[in-house]
């Protein structure tokens, strides 16, 4: 299985400022033929399912705001939140979609400081 | 705009079967991959298979022993069973939508959830 470590586990920004989240999978999810790295980015918020975020690891969700953004490749992936608004407050989560099975990093929460 | 609703008992007895359905809204099931996932709090988020419309599978090779979906497009269903459970199956069951272009996809719509408990 593809190992997704994410970190921090968690993190406290004060509002407005910058959240930065890593992932890093155990190998790549780079499929070389088609340039894309399979990987996406979920926020999940208390009693709720999962949203997905970011797919092709850089590819916002319609209707997601633009304050969020995925970059990496490879094996190293980064999600930014670029200010952080007082509804970010969530646990955070990557998932590798190049291999089975999925695989979903363990999650980071992210709080208001 | 898709909707999807996880629908089965909240609570199973060790070693008997769970069934889970979900049933999808506001959108086709044809051309569509199908997927189920897990959450507990031991072990996260675990993806545990997908199903295409046409009925081809994909499972997570630690639960391809115990585990059967099936779909059903006239009802706009798909369906999931994990037989000889544990207290280890004790979690949040999502289904969840991917998208039409393969069977390796990002997640786009996801159910509540149904709470399952694992318990005599």
């Known amino acids: 299985d593809i190992v997704m470590t994410q970190s921090p586990d968690s993190l406290a920004v004060s509002l407005g400022e910058r959240a930065t989240i890593n992932c890093k999978s155990s190998?790549?999810?780079?499929?070389?033929?088609?340039?894309?790295?399979?990987l996406a980015w979920y926020q999940q918020k208390p009693g709720q399912p999962p949203k997905l975020l970011i797919y092709?690891?850089?590819t916002r969700e319609s209707g997601v705001p633009d304050r969020f953004s995925g970059s990496g490749s490879g094996t190293e992936f980064t999600l930014t939140i670029s200010s952080l608004q007082a509804e970010d407050v969530a646990v955070y989560y990557c998932?590798?979609?190049?291999?089975?099975?999925?695989?979903f990093g363990q999650g980071t929460k992210v709080e208001i400081k | 705009q898709v909707q999807l609703q996880e629908s089965g008992p909240g609570l199973v007895r060790p070693s008997e079967t769970l069934s889970l359905t979900c049933s999808v809204s506001?959108?086709?099931?044809?051309?569509?991959?199908w997927n189920w996932i897990r959450q507990s709090p031991g072990k996260g988020l675990e993806w545990i298979g997908n199903?295409?419309?046409?009925?081809?599978?994909k499972y997570s090779p630690s639960l391809r022993s115990r585990v059967t979906m099936s779909v059903d497009t006239s009802k706009n269903q798909f369906s999931l069973k994990i037989k000889s459970l544990t207290a280890a199956d004790t979690a949040m069951y999502y289904c969840?939508?991917?998208?039409?272009?393969?069977?390796?996809?990002?997640?786009?719509?996801w159910g509540q959830g149904i709470l399952v408990t694992v318990s005599s």
């Open positions: 969840a939508r991917g998208p039409s272009y393969g069977p390796n996809g990002y997640l786009e719509y």
């Open positions: 506001g959108g086709p099931m044809t051309s569509f991959y």
């Open positions: 199903i295409y419309y046409a009925g081809s599978t």
């Open positions: 190998q790549s999810v780079l499929y070389n033929s088609k340039n894309k790295n399979y």
């Open positions: 092709w690891a850089s």
């Open positions: 998932q590798q979609y190049y291999d089975t099975p999925r695989t």
